[in-house]
């Protein structure tokens, strides 16, 4: 009879393992997460910033008119972003939060009454007001933050606020963790909307495919160990195929092998070298810092469901060079009255009555001899948190998300084009910057954004 050959099934599993690695590279490359927002072609408005942003906060739409109705709807969209930025932490329309519901408002006190008490509750207090002296006993005398607001900014607010009364868990400006007004951002806020769910399907499919793979490798082996055992029972086969049969692959040729160790010992060097260059290179480099805070605060409750915006925390970060630690009379403002018997709000009670600061481990780090300004890019340049920061609003804990060095600043520079129309103080930089560069986009860098001296002084 013809001689019977039998191939190796190890090639099966080294099939089943780059099919494996390819599937699991795919999946990763497509399923990739917290990436920084794209900037658009037009480049960055000076001067801009993202919609919940104080900038944006403190500008009501064109043509608002003050009225505490507020049928006009500029007025009412520029209320609404004012509530959020400013309110929405310690007030809701139809529910109390922190501080009263605020439905009904204009039915309770007049508007030349609400204005000053905006701007300066305290002073109104101190004046003896019945009505406000009765308000500040009822909540346990928690006093209001002042607001720098102009009056149209104020009554904008108010024609928001009455334009949501009735409205039910829709009105609640964000402060509960949910935005009917604009469904978008709480897709963008929240574990990562329509992406989290096609990542979770390809997830899915991933283990579907290597399961299937696996059961086939198995009934493989098992099907050529059952023929293995059939053709051992036959008395015509000669002695090749007797040999074919019975042969079993010896591993120790691979090791005395030569070509073998060399190659090994090859790779083995590059594999050294490699990891000796990353290692180098990756020295004074803190991506993915992680470290564990004195007190477990989490953004992605305050920041992510609540929708706090960052600014009502770090009230610096558009107007200062740092981004400020939040002291702990700003988390009182809430947390006088929310969650007062946690294990972790209790800590930052005893910060106070210690009189000693909380020690907040810092994540963010940059040399001394680099100089970065927050409110340059923040206020200035309309970079949103995340481009930096990453999605903060979906982190438990804060790590470090960019890598902060100096060629991830320069490339940012590089890229980042500036959009000048409608601004003077460009005119002639770009009519010169286009003459010499052929209309090529005018970015960061074009405007002196790598000179050395504009970061090392």
């Known amino acids: 009879m013809n001689s019977i050959r039998f191939r190796s099934i190890p090639h099966l599993f080294l099939a089943l393992f780059l099919t494996f690695a390819a599937v699991n590279n795919s999946s990763a490359q497509g399923g990739e997460v917290g990436a920084a927002p794209a900037v658009s072609k037009d480049g960055v408005t000076p001067g801009s910033a993202d919609a919940g942003s104080p900038a944006a906060a403190a500008a009501p739409a064109a043509g608002a008119t003050p009225g505490a109705g507020g049928g006009d709807a500029a007025a009412i969209a520029a209320g609404d972003a004012l509530f959020k930025g400013n309110c929405a932490q310690c007030h809701a329309v139809n529910d109390v939060v922190v501080g009263p519901a605020l439905a009904g408002i204009t039915k309770r006190r007049p508007i030349s009454w609400l204005i000053p008490w905006i701007k300066n509750s305290s002073k109104v207090v101190a004046s003896g007001d019945d009505y406000a002296v009765k308000l500040f006993n009822q909540y346990q005398k ?5 607001f720098q607001l102009s009056d ?99 591993w120790s040729k691979l090791y005395k092998s030569s070509a073998i160790r060399i190659g090994a010992g090859v790779v083995f060097t590059l594999v050294l070298l490699y990891e000796s260059v990353q290692g180098a290179m990756g020295i004074g480099l803190m991506q993915g810092y992680q470290p564990t805070q004195p007190i477990a605060f989490s953004h992605k409750l305050h920041a992510g469901e609540h929708q706090i915006n960052c600014a009502y925390c770090h009230t610096s970060v558009y107007k200062s060079k740092s981004a400020n630690i939040p002291s702990a009379n700003i988390c009182m403002n809430c947390h006088s009255q929310i969650k007062t018997e946690s294990q972790e709000i209790k800590k930052i009670y005893r910060a106070i009555e210690r009189k000693q600061p909380i020690q907040w481990v810092r994540v963010h780090n940059l040399p001394d001899l680099a100089y970065f300004n927050h409110s340059q890019h923040t206020q200035v340049g309309g970079i949103q948190c995340q481009t930096c920061h990453g999605p903060i609003q979906n982190m438990q804990v804060v790590y470090q998300y960019s890598p902060l060095t100096m060629g991830w600043c320069i490339n940012c520079h590089r890229e980042t084009p500036l959009n000048t129309k409608g601004n003077a103080y460009y005119n002639n930089l770009v009519k010169l910057h286009d003459q010499a560069n052929g209309g090529a986009p005018f970015t960061v860098s074009s405007n002196g954004g790598t000179e050395c001296s504009k970061c090392h002084y």
Request: aromatic share 2%; hydrophobic share 45%.
């Open 152 to 250: 149209q900014e104020i009554t904008s607010i108010i024609a928001w606020v009455t334009s949501q009364e009735g409205s039910g868990a829709s009105a609640t400006g964000g402060g509960a963790g949910t935005n009917k007004d604009n469904p978008a951002a709480d897709t963008k806020l929240g574990e990562g909307g329509e992406g989290a769910g096609a990542g979770q399907y390809a997830d899915i499919l991933l283990i579907v495919l290597v399961v299937v793979l696996i059961v086939l490798v198995v009934t493989l082996v098992i099907i050529a160990n059952i023929m293995k055992d059939v053709l051992r029972g036959r008395k015509d086969l000669d002695g090749r195929d007797v040999e074919i049969l019975e042969q079993r692959f010896d």
């Open 142 to 146: 928690q006093q209001m933050p002042s």
